[in-house]
């Protein structure tokens, strides 16, 4: 019978329960699908950035990740590979090695970063292969004799004047003390001539061995796991299991990056907030303004016996339905709009470059955060923004609420 009542006293305010109900509404269908965009936004661009290059999880011997030298690389292999591969959770892992070195060409030279790695293992972890822009990937099965073939950044090309099968000399310290040298081929270049990254030098991992006297030893191990969300636990379990190496999420790994993304997402938030407080404060002037315009009605309520109590109960129970009623509403409109940014997204006209990675795919991200955090929060604004009406109403005693007519 309360219900019955509440409910039928929404739907004679028409004017002020339309009001209330397209403010809980739109400030839902806003809030989600920007919390939306904002998730999807954030997870592509982790995407995209683990996948350029560091993968999720990587593994180092000793302190590599923050003190690189070339004699701190990892020795027994087979433990490691062992483990990984018996590890569900882990989609794909490959091994690499690094070495700074210096490079001439007929006209120019310049410093160098050499990044040794699996012909095979590299593709499956990173975007590698999908970055080339002239010539082609190379491969491992190359004659006696050959000269090596090596990968370089289409910056370095500009800057060496080197073009696909030109040669060119590499000159670096191998991990005995001795010095290393030797002549390569360009194979192709990788990235844009926009590309924050013009130094690299990729090599087969073999001839990357040799070139630096490492034997078969490597320097590092990049993972790709199922869930990238999961990148920090997966990796505290692979650090008790391979107690010898240290074991790096990619928050770790790139905490400069984690760190600034964190703060851009807090700063979202903020905007978040004020749009719900925008919503409340909606939400709370039409409650007023619905309370003082029926200062009569109560005073007749009082009258009649009707208590303070359950006056408010009254006017908590009438906003909470509408409350639900305008968030179903919400969740309707919105629904099929974060669908399809989650599908089909929209496409930038020309890709933004953010950090060295080319972001031009928006997409949005559909979960039960997405769809049921607004909700959550909206209906505790919209309850709470009831409490001093409901209050305001509950002290009218029937002299002074039919006194004002």
Do not use: C
């Amino acid at each position: 019978m309360f219900i019955n009542f509440a409910l039928r006293n929404i739907f004679r305010q028409k004017r002020r329960s339309f009001l209330t109900g397209l403010s809980i509404s739109a400030g839902y269908v806003f809030f989600a699908l920007t919390l939306s965009l904002i998730e999807g936004s954030y997870s592509n661009m982790i995407k995209l950035f683990t996948e350029n290059h560091i993968g999720h999880i990587q593994i180092h011997s000793d302190d590599y990740l923050t003190r690189p030298k070339i004699y701190k690389s990892i020795n027994d292999r087979s433990e490691i590979e062992h483990k990984l591969i018996n590890d569900p959770r882990i989609i794909s892992f490959t091994p690499r090695t690094y070495s700074p070195a210096l490079s001439f060409s007929e006209e120019k030279t310049g410093p160098v970063q050499l990044i040794g790695i699996d012909p095979e293992k590299e593709p499956t972890v990173s975007r590698l292969r999908e970055k080339i822009t002239e010539g082609s990937f190379f491969n491992e099965s190359q004659e006696t004799g050959d000269k090596i073939h090596a990968l370089i950044s289409k910056g370095l090309a500009i800057k060496l004047g080197l073009e696909v099968n030109d040669e060119f000399v590499l000159i670096g310290q191998g991990a005995d003390g001795s010095i290393a040298n030797d002549i390569f081929i360009v194979s192709g270049t990788v990235g844009r001539k926009s590309s924050l990254d013009k130094t690299s030098v990729y090599l087969p991992l073999t001839a990357m061995q040799d070139f630096l006297s490492l034997d078969n030893n490597v320097h590092e191990y990049a993972l790709l796991i199922r869930d990238v969300s999961q990148a920090q636990m997966v990796s505290k379990s692979l650090q008790s299991v391979l107690s010898d190496f240290v074991v790096s999420p990619w928050q770790v790994v790139e905490e400069v990056f984690f760190k600034s993304m964190e703060a851009d997402k807090r700063g979202n938030w903020v905007f978040l907030g004020l749009v719900t407080i925008i919503v409340f404060i909606g939400v709370l002037n039409t409650i007023f303004m619905s309370v003082l315009e029926r200062t009569r009605e109560f005073g007749v309520m009082r009258a009649i016996g009707f208590r303070a109590a359950g006056l408010i109960n009254l006017i908590f129970t009438e906003t909470i339905l509408l409350t639900l009623l305008s968030l179903f509403l919400g969740l309707l409109t919105a629904l099929p709009l974060i669908l399809w940014f989650s599908e089909v997204g929209y496409m930038f006209p020309e890709p933004m470059d953010m950090g060295g990675i080319e972001f031009q795919h928006l997409k949005g991200d559909l979960s039960l955060k997405v769809l049921f955090l607004p909700m959550g929060i909206l209906f505790l604004f919209a309850t709470f923004t009831s409490a001093l009406p409901a209050i305001r109403a509950s002290r009218l005693t029937p002299v002074d609420a039919l006194g004002r007519f």
